[in-house]
């Protein structure tokens, strides 16, 4: 199999061919194999590979299981490889290894993927762009230059790049919708606890951070989550098994009532600035979506997007203070120690002086956005919005700059933190952390399904992804919605080789 045919099929299109025998899961293996290794020295999006094991994995998959031995990456965060290394981005962690596989990773063994390699994430999978110190930064494969996003910003370079069609990823302030909107991909965050953590982790960020993919196609994201979702043994969430995620998408459904918005709610105080273009993908998006026969309003959501972005960022903190620790417990390297980036090691330190009554507040504001959102969705079943204000930015556009680092440092002085804190040093970081996209982190509060949708190509050649957020719970809708956009406009997402 010649790599440019390997690289025409979404990952559903490829095991269709390895079932009817056109093509080998061999042939297919080798193909993803020389795509990594051809594209990846200049794209950065693989940390390592893994194709010795991967190749008798695959041995094993048996060629009529769903995606019957297609190649996938992983994510170099959370998702664990038994024995093998797993950094989060981070030199703090570049020796150490998990005991076992995560579910999600057995979970999509069964379902015939190859697990090849691990893809690039920020330090910790803290922001919104993949630029770790630890690893080389992986380009956005639609211009040379900027950023393909964060945090599963290498997981959408190897899907647009055509390293792979499918690639694990995950999502707990926009890390799978704000990559798949820089780089012209379909990217879904299921609902709430619909793919578990486990054995590692209950929740991680009080159930935010939710594991899927990014992909090129509805039908892959509908499939692969037809085989990881469903509830943990050991919980936390009573969210039962699920089928007919593939049937839902070609199921007639009734018109919808849909709400679209600009998203000045959420941006509010964070020095937002929405450009042109996101503003034309989002307004195409809604004459579309009218244009198929639904009711199409623009109305805003009843939420204090000030008072989202402030509770946000306070558990942001928290969870990253304990992070640390956990960090130092594993390696055994206190935390002051520890090789973590400035910017890591500074917001640590203010989380580490968080009171639990502020942390509490902060969380206690996540029920209040859900009721406002499930009162919001009595009238309305999805809303449209920006994913991001602007196009993919430049690599180190939005990176702190080394004069920003050395004020970091100053944290390092005791007392300081508290006193950072109290200053309202939360506002500040609340504008650097999300002023460009300040429109995600709601339905990872609230827990809805939210995906970004490749919608519209700017001027400058770079994607422009729209944001649609559904009910919680109601994630076939969702995708049922998604697949209909995408055979209305004919977005199934090609290969970029810019």
Same mark, same amino acid.
């Given at each position: 199999?010649?790599?440019?045919?390997?690289?025409?099929?979404?990952?559903?299109?490829?095991?269709?061919?390895?079932?009817?025998?056109?093509?080998? =899961?061999?042939?297919?293996?080798?193909?993803?194999?020389?795509? #990594?290794?051809?594209?990846?020295?200049?794209?950065?999006?693989?940390?390592?590979?893994?194709?010795?094991?991967?190749?008798?994995?695959?041995? =094993?998959?048996?060629?009529?299981?769903?995606?019957?031995?297609?190649?996938?990456?992983?994510?170099?965060?959370?998702?664990?490889?038994?024995?093998?290394?797993?950094?989060?981005?981070?030199?703090?962690?570049?020796?150490?290894?998990?005991?076992?596989?995560?579910?999600?990773?057995?979970?999509?063994?069964?379902?015939?993927?190859?697990?090849?390699?691990?893809?690039?994430?920020?330090?910790?999978?803290?922001?919104?762009?993949?630029?770790?110190?630890?690893?080389?930064?992986?380009?956005?494969?639609?211009?040379?230059?900027?950023?393909?996003?964060?945090?599963?910003?290498?997981?959408?370079?190897?899907?647009?790049?055509?390293?792979?069609?499918?690639?694990?990823?995950?999502?707990?302030?926009?890390?799978?919708?704000?990559?798949?909107?820089?780089?012209?991909?379909?990217?879904?965050?299921?609902?709430?606890?619909?793919?578990?953590?486990?054995?590692?982790?209950?929740?991680? &960020? @009080?159930?935010?951070?939710?594991?899927?993919? #990014?992909?090129?196609?509805?039908?892959?994201?509908?499939?692969?989550?037809?085989?990881?979702?469903?509830?943990?043994?050991?919980?936390?969430?009573?969210?039962?098994?699920?089928?007919?995620?593939?049937?839902?998408?070609?199921?007639?459904?009734?018109?919808?009532?849909?709400?679209?918005?600009?998203?000045?709610?959420?941006?509010?105080?964070?020095?937002? @600035?929405?450009?042109?273009?996101?503003?034309?993908?989002?307004?195409?998006?809604?004459?579309?979506?009218?244009?198929?026969?639904?009711?199409?309003?623009?109305?805003?959501?009843?939420?204090?997007?000030?008072?989202?972005?402030?509770?946000?960022?306070?558990?942001?903190?928290?969870?990253?203070?304990?992070?640390?620790?956990?960090?130092?417990?594993?390696?055994?390297?206190?935390?002051?120690?520890?090789?973590?980036?400035?910017?890591?090691?500074?917001?640590?330190?203010?989380?580490?002086?968080?009171?639990?009554?502020?942390?509490?507040?902060?969380?206690?504001?996540?029920?209040?956005?859900?009721?406002?959102?499930?009162?919001?969705?009595?009238?309305?079943?999805?809303?449209?919005?920006?994913?991001?204000?602007?196009?993919?930015?430049?690599?180190?556009?939005?990176?702190?700059?080394?004069?920003?680092?050395?004020?970091?440092?100053?944290?390092?002085?005791?007392?300081?933190?508290?006193?950072?804190?109290?200053?309202?040093?939360?506002?500040?970081?609340?504008?650097?952390?999300?002023?460009?996209?300040?429109?995600?982190?709601?339905?990872?509060?609230?827990?809805?399904?939210?995906?970004?949708?490749?919608?519209?190509?700017?001027?400058?050649?770079?994607?422009?992804?729209? @944001?649609?957020?559904?009910?919680?719970?109601?994630?076939? =809708?969702?995708?049922?919605?998604?697949?209909?956009?995408?055979?209305?406009?004919? &977005?199934?997402?090609?290969?970029?080789?810019?």
């Amino acid at each position: 199999m010649q790599l440019e045919d390997y690289q025409k099929y979404d990952a559903t299109g490829l095991a269709e061919l390895i079932r009817r025998r056109d093509v080998s =899961q061999t042939e297919v293996f080798d193909a993803a194999v020389t795509a #990594i290794e051809t594209l990846n020295p200049s794209l950065h999006a693989v940390v390592r590979t893994r194709f010795d094991k991967a190749k008798h994995e695959r041995d =094993q998959v048996s060629g009529s299981s769903i995606f019957a031995g297609v190649p996938t990456l992983s994510k170099d965060l959370l998702m664990a490889l038994a024995g093998e290394p797993l950094a989060f981005g981070s030199s703090s962690l570049s020796a150490w290894c998990p005991k076992e596989d995560s579910l999600l990773i057995r979970r999509v063994r069964e379902a015939g993927l190859v697990l090849v390699g691990q893809t690039a994430t920020p330090e910790l999978g803290l922001m919104g762009i993949t630029e770790p110190k630890a690893f080389p930064h992986p380009q956005n494969p639609c211009r040379k230059g900027y950023s393909p996003g964060g945090s599963s910003g290498g997981a959408a370079a190897a899907v647009a790049s055509g390293m792979v069609p499918i690639a694990l990823a995950g999502d707990g302030g926009g890390s799978i919708r704000i990559p798949a909107s820089y780089c012209g991909l379909f990217g879904f965050k299921p609902s709430r606890g619909r793919v578990p953590l486990a054995p590692a982790h209950g929740e991680v &960020w @009080q159930g935010a951070v939710v594991e899927h993919a #990014i992909t090129r196609s509805v039908r892959d994201s509908a499939a692969l989550l037809e085989q990881i979702n469903g509830m943990a043994p050991s919980g936390p969430y009573p969210v039962p098994r699920e089928t007919g995620y593939v049937d839902a998408l070609s199921a007639s459904s009734k018109p919808l009532r849909i709400a679209v918005s600009l998203g000045n709610f959420l941006s509010y105080g964070l020095d937002t @600035q929405l450009s042109a273009e996101v503003k034309i993908a989002v307004e195409k998006a809604a004459k579309a979506l009218a244009d198929m026969g639904h009711e199409v309003e623009w109305c805003d959501p009843p939420v204090d997007g000030e008072a989202l972005a402030d509770s946000y960022l306070t558990l942001y903190l928290g969870h990253l203070a304990a992070d640390l620790q956990w960090v130092s417990q594993q390696t055994g390297v206190p935390v002051h120690r520890l090789a973590i980036e400035p910017s890591t090691r500074a917001v640590g330190r203010l989380g580490a002086k968080l009171s639990a009554r502020d942390y509490e507040l902060a969380k206690r504001y996540w029920h209040t956005a859900a009721e406002q959102m499930s009162q919001f969705h009595q009238r309305y079943d999805a809303l449209v919005l920006p994913v991001a204000a602007d196009t993919a930015p430049a690599i180190g556009e939005l990176y702190p700059s080394a004069s920003r680092e050395r004020l970091m440092s100053l944290l390092a002085i005791p007392g300081l933190p508290s006193l950072a804190l109290k200053a309202g040093m939360l506002k500040h970081l609340a504008v650097d952390a999300l002023s460009r996209t300040p429109f995600t982190q709601l339905a990872n509060l609230t827990g809805q399904p939210a995906m970004s949708v490749p919608f519209h190509v700017a001027a400058n050649g770079l994607p422009v992804g729209v @944001q649609v957020v559904g009910r919680l719970g109601e994630d076939k =809708q969702l995708l049922q919605l998604a697949a209909a956009m995408e055979q209305h406009d004919d &977005w199934q997402c090609r290969v970029s080789t810019a």
